[in-house]
């Protein structure tokens, strides 16, 4: 008969506020297999622990349950006290009492108290059939992916590479630099974004660790930490690369036009384009879509041959290429390219889109006049559509009021209900740089909370309005077009406590930082959730901020949520310090926690082979039949298979059917409602 | 109150905002009203909001900082001040609303947007050297023993002069909306 210890945590006030600690305690220790019940204020801490521990050497328990807050943070904790007081510390069970219990019914003690006893009692049925296991470890590939090519994922590359392991740096457009890269000045210092960010891109773009693998998107990964296998999908670009020295010619010669997205579409580019004039790698790609195929030249065919020169007339792209990169006669593979990498450790930092003008109809966002933040960072920028001149789009005059709308599409049922963190200080910033520049503008704002939270950031906002930028609390309700291209602005001053109106010449929407288009289909490729929100969800959000529920896998930047530009590369340069850890070691523990198939029991129906999310159960050939079987390297021990096997030939290590039956059980015939 | 109602026109206009004023407020004292962010701490201590009046501190300074001038201009309350000074006390940002609100005085008497109420109070100051005195309560005073006047200003005939011409000296005697000239002193404070 095993000798069970149960271990009541207080928490505090956050169990024993709720939770009916010493009826609960009396209870467990008339549970079958029980030898002794403690309870302690914080079983986590030193004290804490030393009681499981002496209890252990004291030979009085050989099996600990600990009821408490979560296993998602404390279980390792636990598990390790367990170990060394010479226990196998897969002999060990948490009870959840607090997330699941003592939080959720906080107004219902007595029903609070009833249900940590069903859940301790489940516990104990569980941890009296527990048996030990034994951790494995897997050596580490030494190098790392990091996917997205902004800021954040410009510094978390570098970080890893000159940590001195291998980076491979994947960017979906055909230049590193992100939204970064098209910002005009950044707050709060209002450095000149393009100064401090191009010498950093260089830095990426001749690192000896950084493999740079621009215009190309994260097709599949599998394996698990240490050993990710990842296939990236390379976009054809249709020049060839080794050769395109990013001269430009061929994008003077091109005929073909296209709102250019570097300029937010507020300019053309060519069919053939550089991304922008600072792009790393600086290298032509052609827009295969928008391409005219003058000459005929589609790719892959022969030119034709001039009837009276005996020439061959070539495009203007080609025939302007001075290296011969841009080659049409080479029949390039549409689908690109697809390149293997094999990695330990996977940081994700996709960055942001921000939305659109479009949905706002009450905005007018059919006026040329009417522009998001984004596109006015654009306008004002010196390499924007307008060479820094600030003009509006209808009619290229200088505008001489201009109105700011905060929180277009934050804060926003409609849209997306958070805040999104930065488009206080951005209106700021370019309000100011407009009334810096242009001090007779009437500059507006509209807002309903100016949030400046952050170092040096108040001091910005006060700066701001001491230039004279007018602060308007009161969300715009209407943007209407009147004649000669003006708009008129309707709000409510809540200050004046009346209804307001502006004519104004061009009207701004700080619409809101938005996940990255696709970034729910590569967190499923990659096995980590988004939030309601859409962005990549961290494990714990205050002590584990960088880390995902897949091991080995971290996310830095906006991909996690919004924020500016000092956050994204504080918390890429710990993403990479964490992702390094794993590659430092050069081995990472893999828990037993994993299926096991009884080759006996099989059937062979293979059910299981397709159902397993990791890929990995395959069928082998077992005495004259095929059997199934796992690869204990790539199983994450999510029991799907488990469930399904018909034959009952798969076990889950920790979580054998036998032990949750025996939890079911407790949980069902013990006697006594259930409150919950 | 009805007042209030009267006051505030259905739908400012923005555009309508004078450009600079709050330049000219600054220049007439209020140094620090672009400091404001309406945090409305000043409002909440004000007898002037409690009493319904609808300029008070807070919304003078919105309405300075918007350049809504004849709005302020057409309204009576920058008047009803008191100087009880809890605003600028209590005020976090250092605005000192009290000084906005003299400073937008100093643009209403310049406009001639005073109420008569406030030039019965300049020329009773003028006069006698209160701005709310009562004769009729002479004989009152004498009934219970007081000398008939008060032993300030308006019972030292020297006392008033230099009064008078230290008022002679300010704006308010360019304006011309009293009266002046009784002192005799034009150009120093020596009587």
Known sequence: MSKIGVYICHCGENIAGAVDIAEVKKYAGGLPGVALVRDYLFMCSDPGQDLIKQDIKDGLVDRVVVAACTPRTHEPIFRKAVEDAGLNRYLFEMANIRDQDSWAHWHDKQGATEKAKKLIASAVAKA????????????????????GGGVAGMFAALDLANMGYKVYLVEKKPSIGGNMAKLDKTFPTNDCSACIL????????????????????????????????VKVRRRQTYIEWDKCTGCGACVE????????????????????????????????????????????????????????????ILAPCEKACPTGACD?????????EIIELNVGTIIVATGYKVMDKAPFKEYSPQSPNVLTAMQLERLLSATGPTEGEFKRPSDGKKPKTVAFISCVGSRDKNHHPYCSKVCCMYMLKEARLIKEKYPETNVYIFFIDVRTGGKDFEEYYTYCRDLGIKIVRGRVGAVDELAGDRLRVRAYDVDMAAPVELEADLVVLATAIEPSPGLEELGRRLGITCGSEGFLKEVHTKLYPVETPVKGIYIAGCAQGPKDIPESVSQARAAAAAAAVPLTAGKVLVEPLISEIDAEKCSGC???VPLCPYSAIGMVQHGDKLRAKIDPALCAGCGVCAAACPSRAITLHGFTTAQIEAQIEALTFSGGDLNV | MSNAAEAVPEVINLSAGEKGFVDEIKALGATHILDCIQCAKCAAACPMALAGFPFFNKRVIQAILLGLKEMLLDDTSIWACQSCNRCTEVCPRKVNPFEVMQAMRRVAVREFALPTLAIEGIKSLYDVGHAVYLAQAHENRVKV????????????????????????????SDLGIIPMGKSGVKESCEV
Not at chain 2, 150 to 160: C, D, G, K, N, R
């Open chain 2, 145 to 172: 023993g007081l000398p008939q006047k008060p032993p300030s200003t308006v019972a030292h005939p020297t006392a008033l002069r230099e009064l008078q011409a230290l008022l002679e000296q300010t704006a308010l």
């Open chain 1, 328 to 336: 049409r006669s080479l029949s390039y593979n549409p689908d690109g």
């Open chain 1, 128 to 147: 009296a059939l527990l048996e030990p296991l034994t951790d494995r470890y897997v050596d580490v590939t030494k190098a790392a992916l990091v996917v």
């Open chain 1, 606 to 608: 293979g059910l299981c």
């Open chain 1, 253 to 312: 010669a091109c005929p073909a036009k296209v709102p250019d997205e570097f300029n937010e579409g507020m300019s053309n580019r060519k069919a053939i384009y550089i991304e922008f004039p600072q792009a790393v790698p600086k290298k032509a790609v052609v827009d295969i879509a928008h391409c005219l195929n003058c000459a005929k030249r589609t790719f892959g065919t022969q030119p034709r041959i001039h009837s009276k020169t005996g020439e061959p």
């Open chain 1, 198 to 229: 191009t010498p950093v891109m260089v830095q990426v773009g001749t690192h000896p660790n950084i493999t740079l693998l621009t215009y190309s998107e994260v097709e599949a990964v599998d394996g698990s930490i240490g050993n990710f296998r």
